[in-house]
């Protein structure tokens, strides 16, 4: 199908930013959707941000609109995730994913700890 690899987790204070890149390769031509979910340990992976392949709206998650802005990569099928003003509580392994006819793809996942 589609093989994601994300990049730019790391660790940062309270207030500070962060920049996460996904990149896509294999059947990217089918994809619909790319965006990011989060995940802690013990709980169920959350909705972040996504965006139309083909242009359209961004979605966010309400924790985080405000703060983090999805953007389409100039080279194709690449997606960012800008998040500013980070909160401990965003702490988290975030997970790109696209949707691919049908079929959620996902990458490995990158580690995200925001210090107090």
């Known amino acids: 199908q589609v093989h994601l690899v994300e990049s730019g987790g790391g660790l940062v204070q309270a207030g500070g930013s962060l920049r996460l890149s996904c990149a896509a390769s294999?059947?990217?031509?089918?994809?619909?959707?790319m965006g990011w979910f989060r995940q802690t340990p013990g709980k169920e992976r959350e909705f972040v941000a996504g965006i139309p392949w083909s242009g359209g709206t961004a979605s966010y998650t309400d924790a985080v609109k405000g703060r983090f802005t999805i953007i389409r990569g100039n080279a194709l099928n690449t997606v960012y995730l800008q998040m500013n003003s980070l909160k401990p509580e965003d702490t988290a392994a975030y997970y790109c994913?696209?949707?691919?006819?049908?079929?959620?793809?996902w990458g490995q996942g990158t580690q995200v700890s925001v210090s107090s």
């Open positions: 294999g059947r990217t031509f089918d994809t619909s959707v």
């Open positions: 994913y696209a949707n691919v006819v049908g079929v959620r793809c």
